[in-house]
Protein backbone atom coordinates (compact mmCIF):
# COMPACT_ATOMS: atom_id res chain seq x y z
CA UNK A 1 0.00 0.00 0.00
CA UNK A 2 1.74 3.60 -0.49
CA UNK A 3 1.74 5.66 2.23
CA UNK A 4 3.42 8.13 3.81
CA UNK A 5 6.75 8.20 4.83
CA UNK A 6 8.71 9.49 7.72
CA UNK A 7 12.23 9.41 8.58
CA UNK A 8 13.50 11.54 11.16
CA UNK A 9 17.03 11.81 13.45
CA UNK A 10 16.69 13.36 16.37
CA UNK A 11 20.67 15.09 17.25
CA UNK A 12 22.61 17.61 18.96
CA UNK A 13 22.38 20.70 18.05
CA UNK A 14 23.70 21.23 14.59
CA UNK A 15 26.06 24.06 13.14
CA UNK A 16 23.48 26.43 12.28
CA UNK A 17 25.43 27.90 9.24
CA UNK A 18 25.37 24.54 7.77
CA UNK A 19 21.60 23.61 8.45
CA UNK A 20 19.64 24.43 5.69
CA UNK A 21 22.10 22.54 3.29
CA UNK A 22 22.11 19.61 5.76
CA UNK A 23 18.59 19.95 5.74
CA UNK A 24 17.90 19.66 1.76
CA UNK A 25 20.65 17.62 0.91
CA UNK A 26 19.07 15.29 4.11
CA UNK A 27 15.81 15.06 1.73
CA UNK A 28 17.28 15.24 -1.55
CA UNK A 29 19.66 12.12 -0.81
CA UNK A 30 16.64 9.87 0.99
CA UNK A 31 14.61 10.76 -2.41
CA UNK A 32 17.07 10.07 -5.17
CA UNK A 33 17.52 6.72 -3.22
CA UNK A 34 14.16 5.46 -3.40
CA UNK A 35 13.01 7.04 -6.80
CA UNK A 36 16.31 5.14 -8.12
CA UNK A 37 14.91 1.91 -6.58
CA UNK A 38 10.99 2.70 -7.58
CA UNK A 39 9.61 2.81 -4.46
CA UNK A 40 7.90 6.39 -5.44
CA UNK A 41 4.65 7.24 -7.03
CA UNK A 42 5.14 9.69 -10.03
CA UNK A 43 2.91 12.13 -8.10
CA UNK A 44 5.18 11.51 -4.83
CA UNK A 45 5.68 14.77 -2.84
CA UNK A 46 8.54 15.59 -0.71
CA UNK A 47 8.71 17.79 2.72
CA UNK A 48 11.88 18.45 3.90
CA UNK A 49 12.42 19.50 8.06
CA UNK A 50 15.22 20.80 9.66
CA UNK A 51 15.91 22.34 12.85
CA UNK A 52 18.37 22.43 15.68
CA UNK A 53 18.10 19.49 16.79
CA UNK A 54 17.24 17.18 13.62
CA UNK A 55 16.92 16.68 10.38
CA UNK A 56 13.46 15.07 8.65
CA UNK A 57 11.72 14.08 5.67
CA UNK A 58 8.07 12.74 4.74
CA UNK A 59 7.48 12.03 1.22
CA UNK A 60 3.84 10.83 -0.01
CA UNK A 61 3.22 7.99 -2.55
CA UNK A 62 5.59 5.87 -1.42
CA UNK A 63 4.95 2.02 -1.85
CA UNK A 64 5.82 -0.94 0.66
CA UNK A 65 6.93 -2.77 -2.06
CA UNK A 66 8.78 -1.93 -5.82
CA UNK A 67 7.20 -3.01 -8.14
CA UNK A 68 8.72 -6.53 -10.05
CA UNK A 69 10.87 -5.83 -13.43
CA UNK A 70 11.14 -6.80 -16.72
CA UNK A 71 15.16 -7.30 -17.53
CA UNK A 72 17.36 -7.83 -20.47
CA UNK A 73 20.84 -9.00 -19.24
CA UNK A 74 23.40 -9.83 -22.29
CA UNK A 75 24.81 -13.13 -21.64
CA UNK A 76 27.82 -13.61 -24.21
CA UNK A 77 28.56 -12.88 -27.90
CA UNK A 78 27.64 -15.75 -29.84
CA UNK A 79 31.50 -16.15 -30.97
CA UNK A 80 31.83 -17.26 -27.43
CA UNK A 81 28.62 -18.91 -26.55
CA UNK A 82 29.01 -21.41 -29.10
CA UNK A 83 32.12 -23.90 -29.94
CA UNK A 84 32.75 -24.52 -33.49
CA UNK A 85 30.06 -27.41 -34.00
CA UNK A 86 27.47 -25.00 -32.67
CA UNK A 87 27.09 -26.37 -29.65
CA UNK A 88 27.17 -23.98 -26.18
CA UNK A 89 30.89 -23.68 -25.07
CA UNK A 90 32.50 -24.35 -21.77
CA UNK A 91 31.78 -20.11 -20.81
CA UNK A 92 28.73 -20.64 -22.11
CA UNK A 93 27.72 -23.31 -19.41
CA UNK A 94 29.42 -21.79 -16.62
CA UNK A 95 27.77 -18.31 -17.23
CA UNK A 96 24.21 -19.82 -17.25
CA UNK A 97 25.15 -21.43 -14.09
CA UNK A 98 25.61 -18.20 -12.04
CA UNK A 99 22.85 -17.04 -13.90
CA UNK A 100 20.08 -19.21 -12.92
CA UNK A 101 21.17 -18.89 -9.27
CA UNK A 102 21.28 -14.95 -9.03
CA UNK A 103 17.85 -15.26 -10.89
CA UNK A 104 16.41 -18.12 -9.11
CA UNK A 105 15.48 -20.12 -12.44
CA UNK A 106 16.02 -23.80 -11.75
CA UNK A 107 18.26 -23.58 -15.09
CA UNK A 108 18.67 -21.91 -17.84
CA UNK A 109 19.20 -23.47 -21.60
CA UNK A 110 20.03 -22.00 -24.76
CA UNK A 111 16.62 -22.39 -25.88
CA UNK A 112 15.69 -19.75 -23.17
CA UNK A 113 18.17 -17.30 -24.56
CA UNK A 114 17.55 -14.63 -27.65
CA UNK A 115 19.91 -14.41 -30.20
CA UNK A 116 20.04 -10.66 -31.45
CA UNK A 117 22.43 -8.02 -33.08
CA UNK A 118 24.82 -6.14 -30.33
CA UNK A 119 26.51 -3.21 -32.21
CA UNK A 120 28.55 -5.76 -35.42
CA UNK A 121 28.09 -8.72 -33.58
CA UNK A 122 25.42 -11.36 -32.20
CA UNK A 123 24.90 -12.27 -28.50
CA UNK A 124 22.69 -14.26 -26.48
CA UNK A 125 20.29 -12.37 -24.50
CA UNK A 126 18.27 -13.94 -21.29
CA UNK A 127 14.65 -11.62 -20.30
CA UNK A 128 13.62 -12.56 -16.56
CA UNK A 129 11.02 -11.01 -14.01
CA UNK A 130 13.13 -9.67 -10.91
CA UNK A 131 10.59 -9.51 -7.95
CA UNK A 132 10.26 -5.96 -5.95
CA UNK A 133 12.12 -5.37 -2.99
CA UNK A 134 10.73 -4.52 0.46
CA UNK A 135 10.37 -1.17 1.16
CA UNK A 136 12.89 -2.11 4.61
CA UNK A 137 15.59 -2.64 1.58
CA UNK A 138 14.90 0.12 -0.42
CA UNK A 139 14.88 3.06 2.79
CA UNK A 140 18.00 1.24 4.02
CA UNK A 141 19.62 1.74 1.04
CA UNK A 142 18.74 4.92 0.82
CA UNK A 143 19.58 6.42 3.70
CA UNK A 144 22.56 5.08 3.78
CA UNK A 145 23.53 6.58 0.44
CA UNK A 146 22.10 9.83 2.18
CA UNK A 147 24.33 10.17 5.13
CA UNK A 148 27.30 9.39 3.59
CA UNK A 149 26.93 12.35 0.83
CA UNK A 150 26.13 14.84 3.25
CA UNK A 151 27.71 17.94 3.53
CA UNK A 152 28.98 17.98 6.49
CA UNK A 153 31.71 20.64 7.26
CA UNK A 154 33.55 18.68 9.78
CA UNK A 155 32.84 15.13 11.40
CA UNK A 156 32.56 14.26 14.56
CA UNK A 157 33.00 11.13 16.47
CA UNK A 158 31.27 10.36 19.34
CA UNK A 159 30.61 6.73 21.73
CA UNK A 160 26.74 5.14 21.76
CA UNK A 161 26.35 3.75 25.35
CA UNK A 162 27.34 0.48 23.78
CA UNK A 163 31.07 1.42 23.72
CA UNK A 164 30.63 1.51 19.83
CA UNK A 165 32.02 4.85 18.03
CA UNK A 166 29.80 7.00 15.79
CA UNK A 167 30.98 9.39 12.98
CA UNK A 168 28.54 12.30 11.82
CA UNK A 169 27.98 15.94 12.39
CA UNK A 170 26.91 15.68 15.70
CA UNK A 171 25.45 13.02 18.56
CA UNK A 172 22.14 11.39 17.28
CA UNK A 173 20.07 9.96 19.54
CA UNK A 174 16.78 8.86 17.90
CA UNK A 175 15.86 7.68 14.86
CA UNK A 176 12.36 7.75 13.14
CA UNK A 177 11.27 5.67 10.24
CA UNK A 178 7.51 5.39 9.72
CA UNK A 179 5.26 3.82 6.94
CA UNK A 180 2.00 5.02 7.71
CA UNK A 181 1.68 4.24 11.22
CA UNK A 182 4.20 1.02 10.77
CA UNK A 183 7.91 1.23 11.95
CA UNK A 184 10.40 0.26 9.05
CA UNK A 185 12.93 -1.91 10.53
CA UNK A 186 15.92 -0.17 9.54
CA UNK A 187 18.96 1.03 11.45
CA UNK A 188 21.49 3.90 11.17
CA UNK A 189 24.46 5.37 13.30
CA UNK A 190 24.09 2.81 15.94
CA UNK A 191 20.71 3.57 16.34
CA UNK A 192 17.82 0.97 15.59
CA UNK A 193 14.43 2.63 13.90
CA UNK A 194 11.42 3.52 16.32
CA UNK A 195 8.26 6.28 16.07
CA UNK A 196 9.38 8.32 18.92
CA UNK A 197 11.10 11.91 19.59
CA UNK A 198 11.38 14.32 21.68
CA UNK A 199 10.29 18.06 21.27
CA UNK A 200 11.84 21.74 22.31
CA UNK A 201 14.82 21.23 25.32
CA UNK A 202 13.22 23.34 27.72
CA UNK A 203 9.43 23.92 26.72
CA UNK A 204 8.52 20.11 26.24
CA UNK A 205 10.53 17.37 28.28
CA UNK A 206 8.59 14.29 27.69
CA UNK A 207 8.92 12.01 24.34
CA UNK A 208 6.33 12.06 21.29
CA UNK A 209 5.03 9.23 19.78
CA UNK A 210 4.24 9.92 16.10
CA UNK A 211 1.47 7.74 15.57
CA UNK A 212 1.32 8.50 12.32
CA UNK A 213 3.71 9.63 9.11
CA UNK A 214 1.35 12.25 8.40
CA UNK A 215 0.71 13.75 11.66
CA UNK A 216 4.73 14.35 12.18
CA UNK A 217 4.31 18.46 12.02
CA UNK A 218 1.56 18.58 13.38
CA UNK A 219 2.43 16.43 16.75
CA UNK A 220 5.96 18.51 16.89
CA UNK A 221 3.89 21.76 16.94
CA UNK A 222 1.08 21.16 19.25
CA UNK A 223 2.81 18.64 21.60
CA UNK A 224 6.46 19.86 21.36
CA UNK A 225 7.07 23.38 20.53
CA UNK A 226 8.86 22.75 17.82
CA UNK A 227 8.32 24.34 14.51
CA UNK A 228 9.81 21.68 12.34
CA UNK A 229 9.41 23.56 8.56
CA UNK A 230 12.67 25.80 7.68
CA UNK A 231 10.41 27.89 5.69
CA UNK A 232 7.70 28.03 8.10
CA UNK A 233 9.41 28.82 11.19
CA UNK A 234 11.28 31.72 8.92
CA UNK A 235 8.36 33.38 7.95
CA UNK A 236 6.62 33.38 11.77
CA UNK A 237 9.88 34.73 12.59
CA UNK A 238 9.74 37.68 9.69
CA UNK A 239 5.76 38.21 10.74
CA UNK A 240 6.65 38.35 14.46
CA UNK A 241 8.87 40.72 13.82
CA UNK A 242 7.22 43.29 11.82
CA UNK A 243 4.42 42.95 14.62
CA UNK A 244 7.03 43.86 17.50
CA UNK A 245 7.75 46.76 15.19
CA UNK A 246 5.01 48.72 14.96
CA UNK A 247 5.18 52.26 13.31
CA UNK A 248 9.20 51.23 13.37
CA UNK A 249 10.79 49.69 10.58
CA UNK A 250 13.08 46.46 11.01
CA UNK A 251 16.40 45.62 9.52
CA UNK A 252 16.03 41.93 8.63
CA UNK A 253 18.59 40.97 5.62
CA UNK A 254 17.59 37.52 4.41
CA UNK A 255 21.21 36.42 6.02
CA UNK A 256 20.16 37.11 9.43
CA UNK A 257 16.99 36.05 9.02
CA UNK A 258 18.44 32.60 7.89
CA UNK A 259 21.01 32.40 10.30
CA UNK A 260 18.66 32.69 13.62
CA UNK A 261 16.33 30.60 12.00
CA UNK A 262 19.12 28.11 12.40
CA UNK A 263 19.38 29.10 16.32
CA UNK A 264 15.31 28.11 17.23
CA UNK A 265 12.97 26.03 16.97
CA UNK A 266 10.11 27.72 19.09
CA UNK A 267 11.13 31.19 17.93
CA UNK A 268 9.82 34.50 20.08
CA UNK A 269 10.55 38.28 19.68
CA UNK A 270 11.70 39.96 22.65
CA UNK A 271 12.26 44.36 22.79
CA UNK A 272 15.51 45.13 24.52
CA UNK A 273 16.93 48.93 24.30
CA UNK A 274 20.31 50.54 24.79
CA UNK A 275 21.23 53.72 25.83
CA UNK A 276 20.53 56.85 23.68
CA UNK A 277 23.72 58.26 23.63
CA UNK A 278 24.91 55.66 21.59
CA UNK A 279 22.95 56.94 19.07
CA UNK A 280 26.20 59.58 18.19
CA UNK A 281 28.00 56.72 16.69
CA UNK A 282 27.23 56.62 13.41
CA UNK A 283 23.98 54.45 12.52
CA UNK A 284 25.89 52.05 10.04
CA UNK A 285 28.43 51.11 13.07
CA UNK A 286 25.56 50.37 15.88
CA UNK A 287 23.69 48.17 12.80
CA UNK A 288 26.85 46.22 11.98
CA UNK A 289 27.48 45.63 15.41
CA UNK A 290 24.28 44.66 16.32
CA UNK A 291 23.74 42.20 12.91
CA UNK A 292 26.99 40.71 12.82
CA UNK A 293 28.13 40.12 16.52
CA UNK A 294 24.59 39.75 18.10
CA UNK A 295 22.29 38.90 15.52
CA UNK A 296 19.72 41.28 16.91
CA UNK A 297 17.33 43.23 14.66
CA UNK A 298 17.86 47.37 14.49
CA UNK A 299 14.96 49.36 14.27
CA UNK A 300 14.52 52.54 12.55
CA UNK A 301 11.64 55.89 12.44
CA UNK A 302 9.86 56.63 9.09
CA UNK A 303 12.99 58.58 8.42
CA UNK A 304 15.51 55.82 8.70
CA UNK A 305 16.88 57.11 11.90
CA UNK A 306 18.48 54.68 13.96
CA UNK A 307 16.03 53.59 17.35
CA UNK A 308 17.35 52.48 20.64
CA UNK A 309 15.06 49.60 21.13
CA UNK A 310 16.14 46.55 18.90
CA UNK A 311 14.55 43.09 18.65
CA UNK A 312 15.77 39.64 19.47
CA UNK A 313 14.83 36.08 18.43
CA UNK A 314 14.86 33.81 21.60
CA UNK A 315 14.29 30.00 21.33
CA UNK A 316 12.36 30.53 25.19
CA UNK A 317 9.01 31.32 25.87
CA UNK A 318 8.24 32.54 29.44
CA UNK A 319 5.73 34.54 30.98
CA UNK A 320 8.53 36.18 32.19
CA UNK A 321 11.14 37.18 30.14
CA UNK A 322 13.04 40.41 31.62
CA UNK A 323 15.78 38.00 32.85
CA UNK A 324 16.56 37.55 28.27
CA UNK A 325 16.08 41.05 27.87
CA UNK A 326 18.57 42.45 30.89
CA UNK A 327 20.84 39.64 29.63
CA UNK A 328 21.00 40.75 26.11
CA UNK A 329 20.97 44.30 27.36
CA UNK A 330 24.04 44.06 28.96
CA UNK A 331 25.51 41.78 26.39
CA UNK A 332 25.34 44.65 23.41
CA UNK A 333 26.72 47.32 25.54
CA UNK A 334 30.29 46.30 25.28
CA UNK A 335 29.74 45.96 21.69
CA UNK A 336 28.36 49.37 21.16
CA UNK A 337 31.06 50.68 23.40
CA UNK A 338 33.56 49.28 20.88
CA UNK A 339 31.78 50.95 17.88
CA UNK A 340 31.84 54.10 20.03
CA UNK A 341 35.21 54.42 20.41
CA UNK A 342 36.80 53.04 17.01
Known sequence: MNQTLLVELLTEELPPKALAKLGDAFAT????????????????VATAYATPRRLAVSITGVRAVSPDKSIREKVLPVSVALDKDGLPS???????????????????????????????????????????????????AALEDSIAKLPIPKVMSYQRPDGSTVQFVRPVHKLIALHGTGI??????????????LGHRFLSTREMVIADADSYATVLEQQGKVIASVATRKETIRSALLAAAGADQVLMPESLLDEVNALVEWPVIYECRFEEEFLAVPQECLILTMQTNQKYFALTDTAGRLRSRFLIV????????QHIITGNERVVRPRLSDAKFF
Open 184 to 197: VPISILGLAAGNST
Open 314 to 321: SNLATDDP
Open 29 to 44: GIVNGLKSRDFLDADA
Open 90 to 140: APLTKKLAALAASTGAAVISVGDLERAVDGKAESFFYTYTAAGSALQQGLQ
